[in-house]
């Protein structure tokens, strides 16, 4: 197995505090090193949604150490997916990058009862677009 990351993902968001931080959460975990994972927002929140992380963490993903990022250019150019969340963001469009919008509850301002299945949600996106990277690579 090689030692670079075989595609890298991009996961926007307008706060990447929630949504985007879940879905970066799941694919390091699920993918590991196979797949270089970025995420930010247009306008970043001071931290991570506390719901959020305690969603994760009953999953067994830490995300407490992660911060808020904001969108740049060059992220979005360096990611073969961008993938935005249901935020009508006005993401940089790049030829050659596959662009998806994953429309998800916003998970701001809900307790955690109310975040679970937005991760659950999120955990099957990212177990088919897992699939869909390694069929490409095989193809």
């Known amino acids: 197995m090689s030692s670079s990351p ?48 305690e969603a994760m963490k009953e999953v067994g993903v830490d995300i407490a150490d992660q911060k808020p990022k904001i969108l740049t ?14 935020c009508g963001d006005a993401c940089p469009i790049f030829p050659g990058k596959k662009y998806l919008d994953w429309a998800l509850e916003d998970p701001a301002g809900k307790g955690v009862e109310s975040v679970r299945p937005i991760r659950d949600e999120i955990k099957t996106r990212i177990e088919a677009l897992i699939a869909e990277i390694d069929a490409q690579q095989e193809a």
Do not use: K
């Not at 993918?31 to 970025?38: F, L, N, S, T, Y």
């Not at 250019?73 to 249901?86: F, K, L, P, R």
């Open 73 to 86: 250019t060059e992220a979005v150019q360096a990611s073969d997916y961008v993938i935005t969340m249901g």
């Open 6 to 53: 075989l595609a890298s993902v991009l996961f926007v968001c307008v706060h990447n505090a929630g949504r985007s931080q879940m879905a970066a959460g799941f694919l390091n975990h699920l993918a590991g090193d196979r797949i270089e994972v970025r995420s930010a927002g247009s306008i970043p929140g001071d931290q991570v949604n506390p719901a959020a992380v």
